[in-house]
């Protein structure tokens, strides 16, 4: 099974959708990115949290560490922001002790 | 700032030869990483290195081997390329370890090996 699941794989919306992307851990973790993949390849950090909610401009992430798990939502969604997101963790054991646990990714794509 | 910056963007390479990745970051970051991102998988650590004359290992280090000998560069070395190691490879650095700092990743290269 693996650490860190995604759902769904693939979403398509239309331009001014609410969206929402879930991801599951099974570890337990001191904190959670959620990042974004460009189609052409380019990978930014979008947030890091360990509790609650953040928020920046139409993003918004929140985690529930008793569940374990965590949510990215877009608000208004928009055609740029068609791209894949990952969520990672920080697995407490094994041999990547303290580093990140990436899920495969949800890719969005966002019709006009 | 540049940030990070990889060199080569694009390499083909036959089975057997060897080649080194260039990692550069103008940032003061203490932390560098190595990952491989391959179709239908998540990016997966190969090795890292938490200050400069240290590395450790991730999770996929077989056949890579890797050295910081100044701050601000990492470098990835395939001594005996294998098809299994045609991947994107992207690093990316930063400040602290993840518990403390977001990552800040580089462009990628894309390696075949044939």
């Known amino acids: 099974k693996n650490e860190v699941e995604q759902s769904p794989q693939n979403l398509t919306a239309q331009e001014g959708e609410f969206i929402t992307i879930n991801c599951s851990y099974s570890v337990g973790i001191s904190a959670l990115h959620w990042l974004q993949q460009h189609p052409g390849g380019g990978i930014v950090s979008l947030f890091m949290?360990?509790?609650g909610k953040k928020k920046h401009g139409r993003l918004i992430a929140t985690i529930n560490i008793q569940e374990k798990h965590s949510s990215l939502h877009i608000t208004a969604s928009h055609p740029r922001d068609s791209a894949v997101y990952i969520c990672a963790v920080i697995s407490g054991t094994g041999g990547s002790q303290g580093n990140l646990i990436f899920g495969k990714g949800t890719k969005l794509s966002v019709k006009p | 700032n540049a940030g990070v910056t990889q060199t080569p963007k694009f390499r083909v390479l036959k089975t057997g030869q060897s080649m080194t990745l260039l990692c550069a970051q103008d940032m003061n970051h203490e932390y560098m990483y190595w990952y491989r991102q391959d179709p239908g998988m998540g990016l997966r650590l190969i090795h890292y290195s938490v200050g400069e004359g240290t590395t450790a290992k991730g999770e996929v280090p077989d056949g890579y081997n890797v050295s910081r000998l100044k701050k601000q560069n990492f470098l990835l070395g395939l001594e005996s390329a294998a098809p299994s190691q045609t991947s994107v490879y992207f690093c990316?650095?930063?400040?602290?370890?993840?518990?403390?700092?977001?990552?800040?990743f580089g462009p990628g290269t894309r390696l075949t090996v044939l």
């Open positions: 990316a650095s930063s400040y602290a370890g993840p518990n403390y700092n977001e990552q800040f």
């Open positions: 949290l360990s509790s």
